[in-house]
């Protein structure tokens, strides 16, 4: 962290004054900007490649769980937290899908439908006589969505 921050401001400032202030040493971050991935970061990428796979075969269905399972079936053995990290780390998600409730029914007991006045009879006899409106819920991941539109 305090290596990547010397690296992200070595035009504003000396290298040598922030490694005094940050307290590390000038040589270990330019042995760190000349180093490459570790085996773990390289390991992650070649685990990515099969996540992702995995991930399309399953149409995004998998979760972090059945993905590991699918994982170890292959014979490509990892822990099933890791699976989760770098799914999450690179916004692998499954699809959800809601299970359908008729939330309406219930409300309709309490609450008569209002009477129908235009009897499907549309056509108005002056400008701003007659509104007709409705309502609609959408499921998205952060919530419901609803749409309403009324026409004049």
Aim: aromatic share 10%; hydrophobic share 40%; glycine share 6%.
């Amino acid at each position: 962290m305090r290596f990547r921050f010397i690296r992200d401001h070595q035009r504003q400032h000396r290298v040598s004054a922030m490694c005094r202030v940050l307290q590390v040493s000038r040589s270990g971050f330019y042995d760190w900007r000349e180093r490459g991935c570790s085996r773990r970061a390289q390991a992650n990428v070649e685990l990515l490649t099969h996540i992702e796979r995995i991930h399309t075969a399953s149409r995004e269905n998998y979760g972090a769980f059945k993905t590991w399972r699918a994982l170890r079936a292959e014979g490509y053995f990892c822990g099933r937290h890791r699976v989760a990290r770098v799914r999450r780390a690179h916004g692998i998600e499954a699809k959800r899908m809601r299970r359908f409730r008729a939330t309406y029914a219930v409300r309709q007991v309490e609450v008569p439908p209002a009477p129908n006045l235009l009897e499907r009879n549309f056509i108005a006899q002056s400008p701003n006589a007659v509104w007709v409106g409705d309502a609609t819920f959408i499921p998205t991941q952060e919530g419901w969505l609803i749409l309403a539109v009324l026409v004049q």
